[in-house]
T-cell receptor
C-alpha cells in the first residue's frame, strides 16, 4: 500500500529532552512538510522540503530541526529550545511543490511534554 | 485580517440536508484551494481541490470558487452522520505578491476549520 507513515503515534517527552518524530512515504513524492496543530488552531507549517538535501523554514521553525537525506524520509526533531512542544504533529507530502499539487497527510504524532 | 477565515461552528444539520461550509481568504493572488475533512483525533483527509472559478462536483460534494469575492465553499448533499467532522479550508498563496508571508510563502495556509454535526 502506498502512503505516509508516522511514528510513534504517541510520544511523551520530559522537559529538556530532544525527541525525533519519524515520517516516511512510499508515494515517490518530491515534497514533504511538517505541520503542527494545536486545539482550536489551524495547521501551522514548521518546515518543508522540495527535494532531497534541501529544506526551508516555515512559519514556526524555532525550536525544531529537520533533515532530508532520502526522498522517502523527513524526520523532525523537537529540541529543548521549543518552549511549548505539546501538540499534534502532522507530516504531509505532495508530488511536487507548488500550488497545483495536493498535499496528503500521515496519521500524525501526538507529543506531550511531562 | 486573518488570511483564511472559517466560521468555527458548530454547524448542525439534520440527516439528508445540505450542509454549506464557507471560507474566505485575503490574498487575491491565491492560486488553488482545498477542502480537508478531519475526524476527531485523526489527521486531515483531502476531499476536494478546486483551481478555477465555478463549481466542481465529486459525488455528494461540490466545491464552489469565486475569486472576485475571495470566497470558496463546500456543499455536502444528503448529509450523513458519518460526515460529522471538522472541515478545513486550505489556500495556496503564491510568491511575490507584495505581502510579507514569512516562512509559508508559496505554501498552503489553513483556516481553523468548521465543525459539522449531522443529526440522525
Amino acid at each position: 500500500d502506498g502512503g505516509i507513515t508516522q511514528s510513534p503515534k504517541y510520544l511523551f517527552r520530559k522537559e529538556g529532552q530532544n525527541v525525533t518524530l519519524s515520517c516516511e512515504q512510499n508515494l515517490n513524492h518530491d515534497a514533504m512538510y511538517w505541520y503542527r496543530q494545536d486545539p482550536g488552531q489551524g495547521l501551522r507549517l514548521i518546515y518543508y522540503s522540495q527535494i532531497v538535501n534541501d529544506f526551508q523554514k516555515g512559519d514556526i521553525a524555532e525550536g525544531y530541526s529537520v533533515s532530508r537525506e532520502k526522498k522517502e524520509s523527513f524526520p523532525l526533531t523537537v529540541t529543548s529550545a521549543q518552549k511549548n512542544p505539546t501538540a499534534f504533529y502532522l507530516c504531509a507530502s505532495s508530488r511536487y511543490s507548488g500550488g497545483y499539487n495536493e498535499q496528503f497527510f500521515g496519521p500524525g504524532t501526538r507529543l506531550t511534554v511531562l | 485580517q486573518k488570511e483564511v477565515e472559517q466560521n468555527s461552528g458548530p454547524l448542525s444539520v439534520p440527516e439528508g440536508a445540505i450542509a454549506s461550509l464557507n471560507c474566505t481568504y485575503s490574498d487575491r493572488g491565491s492560486q488553488s484551494f482545498f477542502w480537508y475533512r478531519q475526524y476527531s483525533g485523526k489527521s486531515p483527509e483531502l476531499i476536494m481541490s478546486i483551481y478555477s472559478n465555478g463549481d466542481k462536483e465529486d459525488g455528494r460534494f461540490t466545491a464552489q470558487l469565486n475569486k472576485a469575492s475571495q470566497y470558496v465553499s463546500l456543499l455536502i448533499r444528503d448529509s450523513q452522520p458519518s460526515d460529522s467532522a471538522t472541515y478545513l479550508c486550505a489556500v495556496f498563496r503564491g510568491r511575490d505578491h507584495g505581502m510579507n508571508y514569512g516562512g509559508s510563502q508559496g505554501n498552503l495556509i489553513f483556516g481553523k476549520g468548521t465543525k459539522l454535526s449531522v443529526k440522525p
